[in-house]
């Protein structure tokens, strides 16, 4: 990512003129990174959350469902039939789950694009190192997060309450987070954790993708002004491209994913006994899936998907990559006495 250069190392500092605490935090670029990451998904967040919702909801939809309203009509209904406030249901978890995501998977990112080239043996990141730093970043951010996207999925799918004084089955994080353990096990948390982490297959074409536009777009640069730079249009411009592609490829993991994760517990039969849920792992729900539904099902809720994921994709990335160069900056700043 582009960093507007390195910044030097702190000045000395004296026992009655202490550096402050949030200085020498930034002096470590992976915590630049973590602080970048963090809020360039709080951003993405409150801003894609109502077709976030929308995707969810068409990916959720089961055979014999009533015809698909559209994105737009989907839209309408909710805002018809819970308010404002049903457009934004799940943001809170949405922004927990974001917050630590992107923290977690920058800094990893970042970390890898120093760590790799020099255990390859290589003087500077390329197409593999960049693979193996979005690799890396993407599994321990979605291990570390998992919960969080369970229980936002499951508040963004609960259906609308029957009458306005009606509660909702999960009334907040806390309660959704302690209704799912009373009543699934800590394991339920978990669910979809296998088809999530074979998404990263997403990342790992996504970032060497975005990282090669980004490098092609400084060179055209530096040949037009001399400058090997990259401005806003340049950042979106490759983010988007690389996210487009990437999304193509992977999608119907993501149909399976959000199958898994909202699917509750069975009620048991007479005799006491659990029947087997309906999706039992990756293959098997991807069978089920095909035979109940067609092909056509993998693909569900792609349009809505891409309205979501590639403008967030693109602020995302164009926020990230704005702050941390304006943590950097900052930093260089502080170091020169300014």
């Not at 026992?15 to 630049?32: G, I, K, S, T």
């Not at 948390?189 to 990282?211: D, M, N, R, W």
């Not at 400084?218 to 487009?244: F, H, V, W, Y």
Request: proline share 8%; hydrophobic share 40%; with cysteine.
């Amino acid at each position: 990512m582009d960093r507007g250069g390195s910044a030097a190392p702190p000045p000395a500092q004296n026992d009655r003129d202490p550096a402050p605490l949030a200085l020498l935090l930034l002096h470590n670029e992976q915590f630049r990174s973590t602080i970048a990451g963090g809020i360039a998904g709080c951003v993405s967040a409150v801003v894609t959350c109502p077709l976030d919702l929308v995707k969810i909801r068409l990916q959720n939809r089961r055979l014999g469902a009533p015809a698909s309203p559209g994105t737009l009509g989907l839209l309408t209904s909710i805002f018809r039939d819970e308010g404002l406030r049903g457009l934004y249901r799940g943001v809170v978890p949405t922004l927990c789950g974001y917050l630590p995501t992107w923290a977690i998977y920058f800094t990893v990112y970042d970390w890898g694009k120093s760590a790799f080239p020099s255990a390859l043996g290589k003087a500077d990141p390329d197409s593999l190192t960049h693979m193996l730093s979005a690799i890396s970043a993407g599994l321990v951010s979605t291990a570390a997060t998992n919960p969080f996207w369970v229980i936002r999925t499951r508040v963004m799918t609960q259906p609308a309450r029957p009458t306005p004084n009606a509660p909702y089955y999960y009334t907040s994080i806390i309660n959704a987070f302690t209704t799912i353990l009373r009543l699934e096990g800590p394991k339920a948390l978990y669910k979809g954790l296998t088809p999530s982490l074979i998404g990263v297959s997403h990342v790992a074409l996504q970032f060497p993708l975005y990282e090669r536009l980004k490098s092609g777009i400084k060179d055209r640069n530096l040949e037009q002004t001399g400058a090997a730079s990259i401005g806003t249009p340049g950042i979106l411009l490759a983010s988007a491209l690389s996210k487009m592609t990437a999304s193509l490829i992977t999608y119907p993991h993501e149909v399976i994913r959000t199958r898994l994760q909202t699917q509750s517990i069975a009620t048991p039969t007479a005799f006491g006994r659990f029947p087997l849920p309906k999706y039992r792992g990756i293959l098997q729900t991807a069978r089920t899936i095909l035979i109940e539904e067609g092909e056509k099902a993998f693909y569900k809720g792609f349009s809505v998907n891409l309205l979501r994921t590639v403008p967030a994709s693109a602020l995302t990335i164009w926020t990230y990559e704005v702050v941390l160069r304006k943590l950097t900056l900052w930093v260089q700043t502080q170091n020169r006495g300014g």
